[in-house]
């Protein structure tokens, strides 16, 4: 095994300074390129999806609970197996307390084909508390690109049925709902924190100094960092 070289602390710190000012680039790109994403233009949902979940059923307006956004985790889990992906259960296991994506005005959901009664006992096993849907009666998964019928639409070229992890955002105005971003497989690399969601959202962060301008004050609150509050502490 290769380990990094042995210098002085002094060596390190130089080092350390160069390689600050890329990442202190990437940084720069990184907001610019989330600027550009709440840029995109936004695509109205007039099909009326119906998923199950711990309440029963649910349009995709009710999963919004009541918020102005919403970020839905494409979980792969097809109707015929008997238990949710590994890769997709790794990455759930990382997702941080939702107060935090609530206090800016957005909810965290995942969306599965596979029936509610086979999501519910895995849910359970996993411990995981985010809401979670079956979208085992309606188009949703192939409509948003997830879940592919065979080759002749993307799914893998091999003619058999093929699912893939994903993650969408819709924005809600009043009863309308809009699709503003999907991003998928790779795409996912680096998410899972409250900030990294909120930058795939058309309101962003929700911060001040964020563009294109009045994004920040689109919920009529203070700007999202001034909002941080401990998680038992939030009005929801």
């Not at 309101?203 to 689109?218: D, F, H, T, V, Y």
Request: glycine fraction near 10%; aromatic fraction near 12%.
């Amino acid at each position: 095994m290769t380990l990094p070289q042995i210098v002085s602390r002094e060596e390190w710190r130089a080092a350390r300074e160069e390689l600050l000012a890329k990442e202190k680039a990437a940084t720069r790109a990184r907001d610019a390129l989330s600027a550009e994403r709440r840029g995109l233009p936004m695509v109205e949902i007039d099909e009326e999806y119906v998923f199950e979940g711990g309440d029963g059923k649910a349009t995709l307006l009710d999963l919004f609970r009541g918020r102005h956004q919403l970020v839905v985790y494409h979980f792969m889990f097809a109707p015929e197996w008997d238990a949710g992906c590994r890769s997709c259960s790794a990455f759930l296991d990382q997702i941080g307390h939702l107060a935090h994506l609530w206090a800016r005005g957005t909810e965290f959901a995942s969306v599965s084909r596979a029936p509610h009664t086979k999501i519910l006992p895995f849910k359970a096993r996993m411990g995981w508390t985010v809401p979670w849907y079956s979208s085992y009666d309606s188009d949703f998964n192939y409509d948003f690109q997830v879940s592919f019928k065979g080759s002749d639409d993307g799914g893998g070229g091999c003619g058999e049925p093929y699912e893939r992890p994903g993650v969408s955002c819709f924005l809600r105005d009043r009863d309308r709902v809009f699709h503003t971003y999907s991003t998928y497989e790779r795409g996912l690399d680096g998410l899972g924190s409250t900030t990294s969601f909120l930058d795939l959202t058309a309101l962003g962060r929700q911060e001040e100094w964020e563009l294109p301008k009045g994004r920040a004050s689109a919920l009529g609150a203070p700007a999202g960092s001034e909002r941080i509050r401990y998680h038992d502490e939030y009005e929801d």
